[in-house]
């Protein structure tokens, strides 16, 4: 289990940092143009995969009042992508310092946005982490594409287990 999700978490570095080299390219007017999608805009929808990304972290290392990064962040784009980048990178350094499958095995308590409690053990929330941001990332291709961006680079696991 712990090899996999290791693998999952070296996979969401690399995709994510993919999408965030082509969109630093990309002027403001474009980061915050308006398509119909989950978010508005690529801005928001970045900052949405950055923000759970960082959500679940703090949950699994037992923040006691974990923050949504999207409610509080005044950077630039710039900035909030490389602290998205350096936040995926600590997910891999979360697992990869598991001693053992036991220990992603462990159940933990954690609260919703609703202050509602919920339980799940380190292994399903990390599942989820990638599951989630994999989602935003299709999203994200599918705004830049609708933007007439034909170079997006492809983010597929398969492209990462061929690199």
């Excluded at 095995?105 to 053990?121: A, G, I, R, T």
């Amino acid at each position: 289990m712990k090899e996999l999700l290791l693998q999952m978490a070296k996979y969401n570095l690399w995709a994510n940092k993919r999408l965030i080299d082509v969109m630093l390219k990309l002027e403001d007017e474009k980061l915050d143009k308006e398509i119909i999608s989950s978010f508005p805009s690529l801005r928001d929808t970045t900052y949405h995969i950055w923000g759970a990304e960082f959500l679940w972290l703090q949950r699994l290392q037992l923040t006691e009042q974990p923050v949504y990064m999207p409610y509080v962040f005044k950077g630039t784009f710039e900035e909030a992508c490389t602290d998205w980048q350096q936040v995926s990178q600590v997910l891999i350094d979360f697992i990869d310092r598991q001693y053992d499958d036991k220990a992603l095995e462990h159940v933990f308590q954690y609260y919703n946005s609703e202050k509602k409690s919920f339980k799940n053990s380190v292994c399903e929330a990390l599942q989820h982490v990638f599951n989630h941001s994999t989602y935003h990332r299709g999203q994200l291709v599918t705004m830049l594409r609708q933007m007439g961006l034909e170079k997006i680079p492809e983010t597929d696991f398969t492209a990462f287990l061929r690199k």
